[in-house]
């Protein structure tokens, strides 16, 4: 499906592939293997709702023959990377040095509060990991668009997608592109009413769309489009039908289409036509976020793209949550928004379970580790309407969405029966997943209350006065502030002021007030109860705080009002006692016992637990159990 071709040629991928290929079976047991699948953000309590009415058959397949907690206790914040960095280490992020899914960058004297680098591109992952461990026992490793994977090792195959992401997915209507007569084209394919064209763009590449009436298409009027990168109608990049969404795959969605960035390097594109008016009035065409190929190693790439395509990764939700794909049904809608959007989320696992296939068919592994985003991105756009506890909960809109979520998970429950239907003998399988999610409805404008209670002040622009301020809350939103110690750039507040700014935030917290609710719930100070929470440390933060249920945190300067109402959502990165932030793990193959129901577990009792089913060493940072009474053999 990829149009870029590997510099090493189909000839030299072969010769890779083989390098890779699986060997024969020698006399006796194979050695033991691993398949782990993620499901980002797995809410529990909803999980178990769909197994009880029968709409997760993989899953309930795994939980019966294995052992199954619902119950796991994420980390603090409870979000992606943290999250996934301690599945994989058995660390917590104290050790890991991953605290959010954007951090403060080290060395501290170097940089300011305001800072931060991406956890999954930028910050290093401090703890030792579990595909580590398994290459230096001389095991063959595969990680398909794993967080956290970017750590070279010469036994590891990664399918690096999120870093190749070059842009944003986009929408193009009648009303922003309207459609007009053509002219200057040359070659005009046949049609039955006059061709009407429109110009659009993907990435920073421009592309001509011919709308036609097919002679060969029975439908009247105009039925088809056709992307040319000039005004030449032997120029085809695509040739689309529209088609309504759930229409099924094939036909509907282009094959990769090949778009510069804004550094002119080459990236990937699809494209839906999810409608067209037979008058050519109004049209309706999605194109997914481009994307680069990144394979390691490279010379793999010729043969996996050819098979997998490119990485496509999430759904439209951003495009759905601004009104993009049509009128929510919270905003009056028909449903046509989340039907298109449901169509993205089906796309993008389709690439992800082709990726798997393939991986499974034609490379050596002993450890495969895949991930999906979902139900996480759909949990954001969704929950806050499912979560019957929220005084917003509106019962005829639950009703109507929750079919739509329930997809979601169902399109997991396929890409994990992919993977059992792929699993070979004497192999071990896992689901994991790194926090729940719960809805919120209002947000507490934090620095604003810090700013009320003199810890941190703002120049006459609204920036953040350095000089002056003792706390600050960052804006990526991990759950906890950051002194401006004198340990930092700018930083102002000696060791001995630290105890006198940890008091004062105590106050304040306190003293807020929402009518009756006190907002914060929560506070701990990193350097006294970091150590047994296993927060805080040198990329962590000072001061961690939780909230009252239907909470968020408002991290902007210059809000002015200190608690606001937004729209119900799903969200994450509270306190990882939660009973809405626990989320699921289950073990199922050789060495583990078959129908057990497992009690305490946290997420940094993963990989310790499946390091001693693979005969491996734990992580040599893991601070994790091993989950003994999941084991036949508990010594």
């Known amino acids: 499906m990829n149009i870029r071709q590997c510099a090493l ?24 293997r691993a398949m782990v699948l993620a499901w980002d953000g797995a809410t529990s309590a909803f999980i178990d709702a769909l197994l009880r009415e029968g709409k997760l058959p993989n899953l309930a397949k795994l939980i019966e023959g294995g052992a199954f907690a619902d119950a796991v206790v994420p980390v603090f914040p409870s979000k992606t990377a943290p999250g996934f960095a301690t599945l994989w280490t058995g660390a917590p992020p104290r050790k890991t040095g991953i605290s959010g899914n954007r951090v403060p960058p080290e060395p501290r004297i170097q940089h300011t509060i305001m800072e931060s680098i991406s956890a999954f591109a930028a910050a290093p992952l401090l703890a030792e990991p579990i595909w580590a461990v398994a290459g230096q026992a001389e095991k063959k490793v595969v990680l398909s668009y794993v967080p956290l994977g970017r750590e070279r090792s010469e036994r590891a195959v990664k399918f690096q997608g999120y870093s190749t992401i070059a842009g944003r997915d986009g929408v193009v209507t009648g009303r922003a592109a309207r459609p007009n007569p053509a002219t200057s084209w040359i070659n005009i394919p046949q049609s039955l009413m006059p061709p009407l064209e429109v110009s659009f763009a993907a990435g920073v590449s421009s592309y001509f769309g011919l709308f036609i009436d097919d002679p060969a298409d029975e439908q009247k009027g105009y039925d088809t489009l056709i992307v040319t990168a000039a005004r030449d109608g032997r120029d085809i990049k695509a040739k689309l039908k529209g088609a309504p969404p759930g229409s099924g795959r ?13 550094n002119q390097q080459s990236a990937v594109t699809y494209l839906r036509l999810f409608d067209l008016k037979p008058d050519g009035s109004d049209f309706f065409l999605y194109f997914t976020r481009p994307s680069r190929d990144r394979i390691s190693p490279p010379e793999l790439l010729t043969g996996a793209s050819s098979a997998v395509g490119a990485f496509v990764g999430n759904g439209a939700s951003f495009r759905y949550s601004q009104g993009e794909l049509g009128p929510t049904i919270p905003r009056g809608g028909d449903g046509t928004a989340e039907a298109r959007y449901l169509e993205t989320v089906r796309f993008a696992q389709y690439q992800l379970m082709e990726t798997a296939r393939w991986a499974l068919k034609h490379i ?26 929220l005084p917003t909960f509106r019962k005829e809109l639950a009703t109507r969405l929750l079919p739509f979520m329930e997809q979601v998970y169902q399109s997991c429950d396929q890409l994990l029966g992919l993977v059992m239907a792929n699993r070979p003998d004497n192999t071990i399988i896992a689901l994991v997943s790194d926090h729940g999610a719960e809805g919120v409805y209002k947000r507490l404008a934090i620095n604003h209350l810090l700013q009320q209670g003199g810890l941190l002040q703002t120049d006459e622009g609204g920036r953040l006065d350095l000089a002056k301020t003792k706390l600050y809350y960052p804006s990526v939103n991990n759950g906890y502030l950051l002194i401006n110690s004198s340990d930092r750039k700018s930083g102002t507040v000696p060791p001995e002021e630290r105890g006198a ?21 929560a506070v701990y100070e990193a350097q006294t109860e970091g150590p047994a929470l296993g927060i805080g440390g040198e990329g962590g933060g000072d001061i961690y705080v939780d909230l009252l249920p239907g909470y968020d945190f408002e991290p902007r300067l210059g809000i002015r009002e200190m608690i606001t109402h937004r729209e119900p959502h799903g969200m994450h990165g509270f306190n990882p006692l939660r009973p809405s932030m626990r989320t699921i793990m289950v073990l199922e193959g050789p060495g583990i016992a078959g129908g057990k129901r497992l009690g305490e577990v946290h997420l940094m009792d993963f990989a310790p637990t ?3 089913l693979m005969g491996l060493p734990s992580p040599k940072d893991a601070t994790g159990r091993i989950l003994r009474e999941a084991l036949i053999d508990p010594h």
Do not use: M
Request: hydrophobic residues 45%.
């Open 250 to 262: 094939e036909g509907f969605w282009s094959s990769a289409i090949e778009v510069k960035t804004v």
């Open 501 to 521: 700014i940890i008091k004062r935030f105590r106050e304040v917290a306190a003293a807020f007030r929402d009518g009756d609710n006190q907002v914060i719930t």
């Open 9 to 32: 040629g189909v000839v030299a991928c072969a010769l890779i592939i083989a390098g890779w290929a699986r060997p024969a079976r020698v006399h006796g047991q194979p050695p033991a």
């Open 364 to 389: 050596s592994w002993d450890l495969f580790i895949a991930y999906t985003p979902f139900p996480d991105e759909s949990e954001h756009l969704w929950r806050g309407y499912l979560d019957s506890s």
């Open 610 to 612: 499946l390091a001693k």
